[in-house]
């Protein structure tokens, strides 16, 4: 009998053993809708589901050895096509290139697998270009749409597709799988980490490709060091006050990360402990009335971008603020 291998997803053993008995059955849908937050593995789920499909081999699916599989891991499947936003949204002429390539059968496997990423982001023209081809699914072809919110998309569109919904993880599981992949943060910081993307530790990989985490954990190294004098202060906190503007949406959480190092200090300067080397410099760099201030630095940081405020000046006058000896 062959077995499906989805061990890569944790946490969604609901949305898996639904694929698995159909994978099992050969009782597929002709399309589905994976919806829930980004960072819970759907995105992930749908490519595992892909390379099951497009395997050949008779045991184990994905095999990572057959044909199908190594041309799907070099992206040169010839019947697996995602399609992603063009800008901010799918276009409609992407739908209109995706029914052209329905047209025709599969080249090489016997099913087709189109992967929609970020449908939610399809406009209505698009989205009833899509309504079309989900009312007359084209025969050996499945498509696969992933949303992180089902409320933007057309109700003609769900209606026509499974939805298999995924959910944020358990706080202890999220933090085992960004402590993991995430190397250089302390238990205190992947459990901040967890707590901060709502249990989506896929959202802590984008933090890290944005180098939200790199910047972070620099921003910390420089405030736990010893002041190297108020000019070479002040070069520093504007330096990465600049790099600070550029994280963009990870901006929010980058300060929230500060925050809760800022109150794990003040923590460890009360009880007289400390749970990284990072926490136990800045304890002796600054007494408790310096800290609160610091933290009221960051609130008004998180205030004033929410009222649209110079994001460059924002951050220059933070880091200016937390790297200020008289607080």
Not at 66 to 88: E, Q, T
Not at 95 to 109: D, I, N, Q
Not at 197 to 216: D, I, M, S, V
């Amino acid at each position: 009998m062959t077995t499906f291998d989805f061990s890569g997803i944790l946490g969604q053993a609901k949305a898996i053993n639904l694929l698995t008995r159909a994978l099992s059955s050969g009782r597929l849908a002709h399309a589905y809708l994976f919806s829930g937050p980004d960072g819970v593995g759907k995105t992930r789920t749908a490519m595992i589901l892909a390379a099951a499909l497009l395997c050949t081999d008779a045991n184990s699916r994905p095999c990572g050895r057959c044909p199908g599989c190594l041309k799907f891991a070099s992206a040169n499947h010839p019947d697996f096509l995602a399609i992603r936003p063009d800008g901010v949204s799918i276009r409609i002429d992407q739908v209109r290139e995706l029914k052209k390539t329905l047209a025709f059968a599969p080249f090489e496997a016997g099913l087709r697998v189109v992967v929609l990423e970020e449908v939610q982001t399809m406009r209505r023209e698009a989205g009833n270009s899509l309504l079309k081809v989900l009312e007359e699914p084209p025969p050996d072809n499945l498509l696969i749409l992933v949303a992180s919110d089902s409320e933007p998309i057309l109700p003609t569109i769900l209606s026509r597709c499974q939805v298999i919904p995924f959910y944020p993880l358990p706080l202890e599981l999220a933090a085992e799988i960004i402590a993991r992949e995430h190397s250089g943060l302390d238990r205190e910081g992947v459990l901040a980490l967890a707590t901060l993307t709502n249990g989506c530790p896929g959202r802590a990989g984008r933090l890290e490709a944005g180098g939200a985490l790199e910047l972070y954990r620099q921003v910390v190294a420089e405030l736990a060091a010893p002041p190297p004098g108020e000019a070479a202060q002040v070069e520093t906190a504007l330096a990465l006050a600049a790099r600070m503007v550029e994280c963009k949406q990870e901006l929010d959480v980058l300060l929230d990360l500060l925050r809760i190092f800022y109150k794990d200090v003040m923590i460890a300067a009360l009880l007289g402990t400390a749970h990284s080397a990072e926490v136990a410099r800045a304890r002796e760099r600054w007494n408790l009335e310096r800290l609160s201030d610091k933290i009221a630095a960051i609130d008004s940081a998180h205030r004033a971008l929410a009222r649209n405020c110079n994001r460059a000046l924002v951050c220059e006058t933070l880091l200016l603020d937390l790297f200020s000896e008289a607080g």
